[in-house]
């Protein structure tokens, strides 16, 4: 392509979902080393450590969506992003775009597939190059992936620079003399340099002062609405769910426990994590309301507890759910959820 190549694109929209997760599960294993080893042959009880980020996960994004994912810290929301920009591998299950799936593709079109989904993370200047200017962070993928040739590089930086709201002269400065708002921009421009269809935002704004995340969160709504763009949004801060998203799932220690349209999740929450989430969300129209945080702490993820993995921390718990795994069932239209208590409705 030339130096005249522009961010919109034309191909049709598939009736499939565009990014999927199968009963997607990973787990991190940790070895015991050569000094645990040892230990053991004198009776040390030393084993092989297996984290449980994801347990079994499905997930549809369709075109054009904005789904939020949320969960607290340690459930495996980012896992789950990264699986689906191709930065981890599933233990088990399958990663689907437009129903292909990613492991049985050929490496030139699992080039093509990686450029179609790019990451933004939570921390903007840890994740770009502080020995590169803007230019070279922003022009360097487009230029190797032949998007745009080394004479239109400058042009073609200005154009990004440009629709992220910055002015190109930026294109000179290091990482170092931005700010946090500045640098998330340049992430922002780093991932739409290479024409991605979707983005998967990981707590994009959850560095940013408040009234900067609300200019990120504007300007990523209006890439949306230009760019055509599908957005998975990692977040723990439900005010900004609510804010963005079409869809919101879920997750509670690497399984999802709900997922519905944003109206349906905030209105009719069905999961008892989801009511306890949202039941700890200030609104100032609830006058002397006393807020209660989730009894207990989240279980660890090398030692899930059996059957639903929320029933230590549920305060209507039965003794079913201490042994058998609830499954992800339809309560309303497009309301789905995890809970034996459903059952009994």
Request: net charge positive; aromatic share 4%; with cysteine.
């Amino acid at each position: 392509m030339t130096g005249d190549a522009v961010l919109l694109r034309t191909e049709p929209v598939s009736p499939a979902a565009l990014l999927a997760l199968e009963s997607a599960s990973k787990k991190f294993v940790r070895p015991i080393d050569a000094a645990q080893r040892i230990a053991n042959l004198f009776g040390g009880d030393y084993d092989t450590e297996v984290t449980h980020a994801v347990d079994c996960v499905s997930l549809e994004i369709r075109e054009r969506e904005v789904v939020g994912l949320v969960g607290e810290s340690g459930c495996g929301k980012s896992t789950v992003g990264r699986m689906l920009v191709g930065l981890l591998q599933p233990s088990d299950g399958r990663v689907l775009s437009q129903g292909r799936d990613l492991a049985k593709l050929d490496r030139s079109q699992l080039k093509q597939e990686s450029l179609r989904v790019q990451m933004i993370f939570q921390d903007p200047f840890s994740s770009l190059n502080p020995r590169m200017r803007v230019r070279d962070i922003i022009g360097q993928a487009p230029r190797i992936h032949r998007i745009v040739n080394k004479s239109g590089i400058d042009a073609y930086v200005d154009e990004v620079l440009d629709r992220i709201g910055l002015d190109p002269t930026f294109k000179q400065r290091y990482p170092h003399q931005l700010s946090g708002g500045q640098r998330q921009r340049v992430c922002i421009a780093r991932a739409l340099a290479v024409q991605p269809r979707a983005l998967v935002c990981d707590e994009a704004v959850a560095a940013l002062d408040v009234s900067i995340q609300a200019q990120i969160l504007n300007l990523f709504m209006e890439l949306r609405e230009s760019l055509a763009l599908t957005l998975l949004f990692i977040s723990h801060d439900l005010g900004v769910v609510e804010h963005m998203s079409d869809r919101i799932v879920v997750m509670y220690l690497g399984r999802v426990v709900e997922t519905a349209t944003t109206e349906q999740m905030f209105r009719y929450p069905n999961h008892p994590y989801t009511r306890a989430l949202l039941t700890e969300v200030p609104n100032i129209r609830l006058r002397r309301k006393r807020y209660v945080a989730i009894q207990g702490e989240i279980p660890s993820p090398m030692h899930p507890p059996p059957g639903c993995h929320f029933h230590p921390r549920c305060a209507q718990a039965m003794p079913r759910c201490r042994v058998e795994k609830p499954e992800l069932r339809e309560v309303a239209a497009g309301h789905f959820s995890a809970c034996h208590l459903n059952d009994m409705k």
